[in-house]
């Protein structure tokens, strides 16, 4: 393809050595700066023509050199680079002559990669598995990679990829036999995985490298679903996990590594956000080696369709890290990057891309045609050899005879496979989940309790409550904490903030680590958590809570960046690796958890139906009608309770403090791992009747429905969760109406029948049953909720109160806000037709 080239300058030979050095030195900082516009990198050659450079190139022995380095087979970028000792290492490792890896290694590892291919081509033909073929090149890189890592001091990596060459990777990478894969393909007994289980190239798997030097390096590939780039966050929050766990040195014995598709990687928001992880305080790893397998199509799109810029790499460039680009088919060059890349890491501990561009020898899938939309590259591909025989000639070996060997081994496991009758397990937990499982729910805290003494809230409160001598403690935070200390000494009630900090000490004394984090979450977005502390004078920070006992549990508290889907992500991807620990996200509003909805419905919810994969995530979302407006209202609980099955989640919105106290100790102490969803509150933080004493943080443990006491004989009960009631108890209060009981729903998932039913049944003659919610009709939990009463109530009357079903969660007006809100408290009382 002709292309248009910079000037050259013919340079005349300088007398003077450093003159001549001075000359090399600016023609190779053109080459440094530029070099990688002219690398030689679709394999094809019809996409990524070489460009000319934005400066004039003066000709000679120098820029020939510089050529050599800079512009062959292979390109980086790393002039943005701002730290000079990085890109120094870089040039130094770049400006060298080229190692020749163990090329027969690598051979033998393409024709396993390429074999393995061609035998499900042949034995499923048409069945989807999202063939590696065009870039099996990744099979040897990986290798590489964990090779150097080995070296460096690597034990264990966590690796992500989509689906593209999943199964590859599986067999040839993490040591998956591939009677197992095959067995896949065989699907046999379905009647295991009904409602359940996950298509074969989204499962994840467990396994070994074994380095030469006897070494091994502990394997776990992600499980991961359709959503590209889904599991970026995951794998990285997977890895802060595992690296908190091993403690000093971790950095380096923890690898993580993702593999993205180059359409995905540009064009996924959560890849931006998952960058800019990279080096924040609460989120560092390290260092994530990614890796682009790079077709240069996404499903049916060109380049110039998926893509801005000329390499699906740039949004990477925000970030002061290498990028490198690779031509697929040039194994040795590829090989030499890997090495550099894992040593980068390992060195400077920083993020490194490498851009390895190949093509697909299928469609998007085996069962597409993808000569329909890209006619001439498929026209190449189908007269291009494999990788393994284009290698073989490029190092002048016959591989026949060991391709016909491994051809014979694969199919020898294929007709294995179809001897398989139960679906093979590819992936074993960690022995830190041993003592905890998931399943039915139902008797889960017999003998669970979670309330402590009032010597010992005094004594928690006094040790939450301290900061050092001389700290410069802003005046209301001084006072707030003095409250604190009268609330333990019972001169006041607890407030929301309080009891949650309690919470936290009480179960970091007994060991349990905690982890909260979410925007603007050590202070707490409505000013009531105070978490850490801020010298008003030097900007210092202390944290209470991380100094409570010598022995206590490690206690995190970060701000997070402005993200939901990554942040929460990342999250999860802890709780994986740390169900001892309480991990915590929360919403700055809880309306804004619908920029994570991927997280949450293809792993939270999901994870232990598809993949067996439990975690003790706890989401906390603020929720309550306060009149301002459709984004701070609703953390849209329909949303939760569609998702909500098989005990795969629990769903609760605590009523007062103490009930928040025992719930997220519960959460901590039980040995069942499942999501917590916890809809908190906003205007009730501090409000009296949400305000809880001491007596009621030692009951024995948190309450699913909290009965009503305090009327005889009602005529009308009403049922509610969360602020509304509260409305309801100061309206009746207001009204001295005692015909009209207040039940409480706290935890709305899994339903309470049983303790529900005691509480209706309490008051016999009440005739109507009537549930009340704020949220419009066609939200809140009025869809769940009203079945599963009118199966209780019997012959009574079951009626609802709500707002008119809307297409906004809330009205913008104040005022309209109040009018409505009246509006459902007269109809609640029975003052209007409900």
């Known amino acids: 393809m002709a292309t248009k080239t910079a000037p050259r300058i013919a340079s005349a030979p300088s007398a003077a050595p450093e003159n001549r050095a001075a000359e090399r030195e600016q023609v190779f900082d053109i080459f440094r700066r530029w070099g990688y516009l002219q690398s030689w990198l679709d394999p094809l050659g019809q996409y990524l023509p070489p460009e000319p450079f934005p400066v004039a190139v003066p000709e000679g022995e120098f820029a020939a050199e510089a050529r050599s380095y800079y512009s062959s087979t292979f390109g980086i970028e790393f002039a943005h680079i701002v730290n000079s000792e990085q890109r120094q290492w870089l040039q130094e490792k770049i400006e060298q002559p080229t190692p020749r890896p ?11 990669a390429d074999i393995f291919e061609q035998v499900i081509q042949s034995r499923y033909l048409g069945t989807k598995r999202f063939s590696l073929e065009g870039l099996t090149v990744l099979i040897p890189f990986l290798d590489q990679v964990l090779a150097t890592g080995s070296a460096t001091g690597v034990s264990k990596a966590i690796i992500a990829m989509s689906h593209r060459g999943r199964l590859n990777v599986m067999t040839n990478t993490i040591g998956r036999s591939a009677t197992e894969i095959f067995a896949k393909f065989e699907d046999v007994d379905p009647r295991s995985t009904l409602g359940g289980g996950d298509v074969k190239y989204h499962v994840g798997a467990t396994g070994e490298y074994h380095a030469a030097d006897g070494s091994a390096i502990a394997l776990h590939l992600a499980s991961n679903p359709s959503h590209l780039e889904a599991v970026n966050p995951v794998v990285m929050g997977r890895s802060r996990a595992k690296q908190i766990r091993m403690g000093e040195g971790a950095l380096n014995k923890v690898l993580p590594i993702i593999i993205h598709g180059d359409a995905a990687f540009a064009g996924q928001g959560i890849t931006a956000e998952s960058l800019n992880m990279a080096s924040l305080a609460g989120y560092n790893i390290g260092g994530t080696v990614h890796v682009i397998v790079n077709n240069l199509l996404g499903f049916t799109a060109l380049p110039e369709e998926s893509n801005s810029s000329r390499f699906s790499t740039d949004i990477a460039k925000r970030l002061p890290i290498p990028i490198f680009h690779v031509n697929a088919e040039d194994p ?42 890209q006619p001439r590259r498929y026209a190449l591909i189908k007269e291009r050899k494999p990788l393994y025989q284009l290698y073989a000639e490029q190092i002048g070996v016959d591989p026949t005879d060991e391709a016909k060997a491994i051809q014979s081994e694969f199919f020898d496991e294929q007709k294995a496979a179809t001897q398989v009758e139960r679906k093979p397990r590819l992936a074993q937990l960690p022995d830190y989940w041993s ?85 603007d979450s050590q202070r707490g977005t409505f000013n009531q958590r105070h978490s850490v502390l801020v010298d008003t004078e030097t900007e210092v920070r202390y944290t209470p809570l991380a100094h409570l006992t010598e022995s206590q549990g490690s206690f995190e508290v970060h701000n997070s960046l402005l993200s939901e889907a990554a942040a929460l992500g990342f999250e999860y991807g802890y709780s994986r690796d740390y169900p001892e620990a309480l991990v915590l996200w929360e919403a700055q509003f809880g309306d804004f958890v619908n920029g994570a909805q991927i997280i949450i419905d293809q792993f939270i919810a999901s994870g232990e139906a598809k993949w067996g994969l439990l975690s003790g995530l706890v ?41 928040y106290f025992h719930l997220l100790r519960r959460q901590a102490r039980r040995a069942w791992r499942k999501p917590l969803i916890v809809f908190t509150p906003k205007s009730m933080l501090r409000h009296p009747d949400a305000a809880s004493t001491i007596a009621e943080l030692g009951k024995p443990r948190f309450e699913n429905v909290l009965p009503d006491n305090d009327v005889v004989n009602p005529r009308r009960l009403l049922v509610c969760s969360g602020k509304i009631g509260h409305n309801l108890r100061v309206e009746r209060e207001k009204r001295k109406d005692t015909s009209v009981g207040i039940v409480f729903v706290e935890q709305l998932y899994p339903w309470p029948e049983e303790e529900l039913q005691a509480a209706l049944d309490q008051h016999p003659d009440a005739q109507e049953i009537v549930w009340v919610q704020e949220e419009p009709a066609n939200m809140g939990a009025l869809f769940y909720v009203m079945p599963l009463l009118r199966r209780m109530v019997g012959d009574r009357a079951l009626l609802s109160v709500k707002r008119s079903a809307s297409a906004s969660p809330a009205t913008g007006s104040a005022k309209a806000h109040e009018l409505e809100e009246k509006t459902l408290i007269d109809l609640a009382f029975g003052a209007l037709r409900s």
């Open 332 to 373: 040795d060059a590829v090989m030499r990057i890997a090495a550099i890349a894992t040593e980068y890491r390992q060195r400077f501990h920083s993020d490194v891309v490498v851009d390895l561009i190949g093509y697909r020898r299928y469609g998007h899938n085996e069962a597409d045609d993808p000569t329909v939309t």
């Open 619 to 659: 989401l906390l979302l603020p929720h309550g009608y306060d009149g301002q407006g459709p984004e701070h209202s609703s953390a849209r609980m329909e949303r939760f309770l569609q998702l909500a099955a098989h005990d795969n989640l629990v769903i609760a919105q605590p009523s007062n403090a103490s009930q």
């Open 435 to 519: 003592t905890y499982h998931g399943g039915d729910l139902s008797d889960a805290d017999e003998q669970l309790t979670t309330g402590i003494s009032a010597e010992r809230v005094l004594e928690l409160s006094r040790l939450l409550n301290r900061y050092p001598d001389g700290f410069h403690i802003h005046p209301k935070v001084q006072k707030l904490y003095e409250q604190r200390i009268e609330m333990a000494e019972g001169k006041r009630a607890f407030d929301y903030g309080s009891a949650e900090l309690l919470a936290y000490a009480s179960l970091l004394t007994e060991g349990t680590p905690v982890r909260l984090t979410g925007q």
């Open 102 to 112: 163990d090329q027969a290694h690598v051979l033998s590892q393409l024709i396993r």
